[in-house]
């Protein structure tokens, strides 16, 4: 069965210290991959997308996220947090059909 | 910028009361959906639209309906509210398949 799973229900990093996200999933055919942002009270935002191509990929507010085939990951890095990227992270994955499936979030606190 | 725009953005209602969850999107993308997200679970999708007159149930098992009589305007209706309908409910609409999903900012409804 298709899945996506984001080990970490909570992560706490100091602002200015390096963030790595973590996001598995279980797909049959070559999946396109995105990570989701959700302040509260929000909807999702979409900080980046992997389709195809280079494996790394660069998306907004200084985030990057890596494919690897081989581990069936797609994890969100980014080098330096700022107390404003406090909120919930999505991983979701489709293979072009219209089902999306979500991961359960991590939510990310920020130390000053 | 929200191209994508749900109302209300917040609902209390008494138990029993129908509603109406309005989405409408500026982006002309024939593809919608209506996801429900409660905390710490992968948002689940309740119904999906492939383009006027097309309308499907998603995962979810849900007693509210959907309706897609232009292509901009995707409204779910709850004919007989009940508490266990208390939740967030998200609108999301793309272009082609393996598109990102573009999402509105959210219905909060609390069922008293």
């Known amino acids: 069965a298709q899945s996506v799973t984001q080990p970490d229900i909570h992560i706490t990093v100091s602002e200015g210290a390096s963030l790595e996200l973590r996001c598995n999933y279980s797909?049959?055919?070559?999946?396109?991959l995105f990570w989701y942002v959700q302040s509260p009270g929000q909807g999702l935002q979409l900080l980046l997308k992997?389709?195809?191509?280079?494996?790394l990929v660069q998306g907004i507010k200084g985030f990057e996220a890596e494919f690897k085939r081989s581990q069936s990951s797609f994890n969100l890095r980014k080098p330096s947090v700022h107390w404003s990227d406090a909120a919930e992270y999505f991983c979701?994955?489709?293979?072009?059909?219209?089902?999306?499936?979500f991961g359960t979030g991590t939510r990310l606190k920020v130390l000053a | 910028e929200a191209d994508i725009y749900q109302t209300p953005r917040y609902l209390v209602i008494g138990t029993g009361k129908k509603i109406t969850l309005e989405c409408s999107q500026t982006?002309?993308?024939?593809?919608m959906y209506w996801y429900q997200q409660d905390p710490g679970m992968e948002l689940h999708l309740i119904h999906y639209s492939y383009g006027v007159n097309s309308t499907e149930k998603g995962d979810l098992s849900s007693e509210s309906t959907v309706s897609r009589i232009r292509t901009e305007h995707f409204p779910l209706t709850l004919e007989s509210a009940r508490p266990s309908h208390t939740s967030q409910y998200l609108c999301?609409?793309?272009?082609?398949?393996?598109?990102?999903?573009?999402f509105g900012n959210g219905t909060r409804l609390t069922v008293t």
């Open positions: 979701a994955v489709t293979s072009g059909t219209y089902k999306y499936i």
């Open positions: 797909y049959g055919a070559t999946p396109y």
């Open positions: 982006m002309g993308h024939d593809k």
């Open positions: 992997y389709f195809s191509g280079d494996t």
């Open positions: 999301a609409s793309r272009d082609a398949g393996g598109s990102p999903l573009h």
